[in-house]
């Protein structure tokens, strides 16, 4: 549908496309962000404090826009637990202004613990989107009770853990209508251990120094309540340095699985088998080592479907000397398959001498095809790049954070090059962590945040020229509360078919926007919506011309 705009909103519309040049503009002092992370750093090299903290979108207060949580550090405790004296998480709550003000002194948020990564979720169905927070040390469930308020709720919910937890996910594994939570834990640290490099020089120790540990699954019993069963699941028989986690059901059985990213040893693909056990299918699977049969030192994770081919694959992110890797779903008839297609896809040489964290699959410019944004920030000590943010000890960790254009799709293959103008995303060097994706501005892009160790939060709004129109989809159960992981189909009214998830999980120590983000070409529509619900059912919507809308399960005709 096609209208002539008055001349106030053409003006407004020409203005706006002006800006839009910008890419990734930096507003985080503009909308009132004043965050700066304590690494610890006192000389003495703790492991903590260079794998930095995270942070996140999530409504906080319940007034339908994205308010941010970021993850504070300070020395590590040990044995790791809260420190009283610390600085504490932040809250950040957005006004009608699109301004930010900390709100976390009266919040009950302000967790001292060594902050690692969170995920948020309504776990008790309340209808108030929950924080799960993941610490050096005990971890943190903060219940929503509204309005920006919060109560710790850890132990009687009975997910405190122990030890070293990163990356978390909330999904209903066993489809009981309650989230599950599944946390990755690193590795048993012992801060007394001192490391070198092949120099001499004191450097920070690789993980493969200590033992790794097994991630924890917690059950939802309901009634805020949760039961560990790490060991009936099977979880337990692995002991690895874990660190990126989604969930998804990767084999198609309607059954959501999780998949691990682990620090320099095999990834974990855990198959749901329906009774409450998992099986790693890593290996059968193709998506434990790379394509030359290696480990590598998986952080971030990302999942979309690059190739339009309407399955999901995989990237991860590692350390320099390793590129980061691309994982394309191959339906070959063999079952569950990807194959390593980092080489074809262009993104193996840029990765090389960089240490990626986090990474999402966003479309930048609403072209319709995903691109790649990646977080980056050295784990070891090498000469300090030009423009390198941070003091004499900080700046040898900082390089540049790098996002990729999808430029479309040869053989089967997403290509991807550099994204000229990606703005100050791209132009800061930093030590960056973790990143989150988030349209906290509502206008139908995705925005990002950036956790620097040892340095500022940063807020990314997306004001690169759209190529196309905004479909927002915003997927609910039959209880009105937002379903994920949904997988949500568009049909264009050309016949092309395109999928993107809604899923607050993935990436590096973070939460993300819940919602599903399509890019609409000029002159077209959706002409119907297919929503993928979390247990593999199906429903059909009618198609739209708007550019949000919400799917709610029970309403839309079977298929």
Not at 102 to 120: E, F, I, N, Q, R
Request: negative net charge; charged residues 25%.
């Amino acid at each position: 549908m096609t209208t002539a705009l008055p001349f106030a909103a053409l003006l407004l519309t020409l203005l706006s496309s002006a800006a839009s040049a910008q890419g990734l503009r930096d507003v985080t002092a503009e909308v009132g962000i004043r965050f700066l992370h304590d690494a610890g750093d006192e000389g003495n090299l703790s492991l903590p404090e260079i794998t930095g903290s995270g942070g996140g979108f999530f409504d906080a207060d319940g007034d339908g826009d994205l308010d941010i949580y970021l993850l504070q550090g300070g020395r590590p405790a040990d044995p790791p637990g809260p420190r009283p004296e610390a600085p504490g998480n932040i809250l950040y709550l957005q006004g009608s202004d699109g301004r930010f003000t900390d709100a976390s002194a009266g919040s009950g948020t302000a967790d001292t613990g060594y902050g690692m990564g969170l995920a948020a979720a309504d776990y008790d169905g309340d209808g108030r989107t929950d924080l799960f927070v993941t610490n050096y040390g005990p971890d943190r469930l903060f219940r929503n009770l509204g309005a920006g308020r919060f109560e710790d709720r850890t132990g009687t919910a009975g997910v405190g853990g122990s030890g070293w937890s990163s990356s978390a996910a909330f999904c209903d594994y066993d489809a009981d209508g309650r989230l599950d939570l599944y946390v990755t834990r690193y590795v048993a640290n012992d801060p007394a251990k001192a490391c070198t490099q092949q120099d001499g020089s004191r450097d920070y120790c690789s993980p493969q120094v200590f033992p790794g540990t097994h991630d924890l699954l917690y059950r939802n019993l309901g009634g805020g309540r949760f039961e560990e069963v790490s060991l009936a699941a099977g979880l337990r028989t692995v002991h690895a340095p874990g660190l990126g986690v989604v969930c998804s059901d990767f084999d198609g059985d309607g059954r959501l699985d999780f998949y691990v990213a682990n620090d320099g040893e095999a990834n974990q693909l855990w198959l749901n088998q329906g009774d409450g056990a998992f099986v790693d299918d890593a290996f059968l699977a193709g998506v434990a080592l790379n394509d030359a049969g290696r480990p590598e030192a998986g952080m971030g994770i990302a999942l979309g479907d690059l190739d339009e081919d309407l399955d999901l694959d995989l990237f991860i992110t590692h350390v320099a000397d390793e590129t980061n890797t691309l994982y394309r779903f191959d339906d070959g008839g063999m079952g569950l398959t990807f194959a390593d297609r980092t080489g074809p896809s262009g993104l193996g040489p840029p990765s090389m001498a960089m240490t990626g964290f986090g990474v999402a699959f966003v479309d930048l410019d609403l072209d319709g095809a995903l691109d790649l944004l990646v977080a980056n920030g050295r784990v070891q000590r090498k000469p300090a790049l030009p423009g390198a943010a941070g003091d004499a000890f900080w700046s040898v960790f900082a390089e540049p954070n790098q996002a990729f254009r999808n430029t479309g799709v040869d053989g089967g293959d997403a290509l991807f090059s550099d994204f000229d103008g990606a703005g100050d995303f791209a132009a800061a060097i930093e030590v960056s962590r973790g990143l989150a994706f988030g349209d906290y501005d509502e206008d139908g892009d995705l925005d990002v945040l950036v956790a620097n160790a040892e340095g500022p939060a940063r807020l990314y709004r997306n004001d690169f020229d759209r190529r196309g129109a905004p479909l927002v989809v915003t997927p609910l159960d039959e209880n009105g509360r937002p379903a994920f992981p949904t997988r949500v189909i568009a049909t264009l009214d050309d016949g092309r078919d395109i999928v993107r998830r809604a899923d607050p999980g993935g990436s590096y120590l973070a939460t993300n926007d819940p919602r599903a983000f399509f890019a609409i070409p000029a002159g077209m529509e959706a002409t119907r919506l297919v929503a993928v619900w979390p247990d593999g059912a199906r429903e059909e919507f009618p198609g739209t011309d708007a550019a949000r809308v919400t799917l709610r399960r029970g309403e839309g005709t079977p298929r």
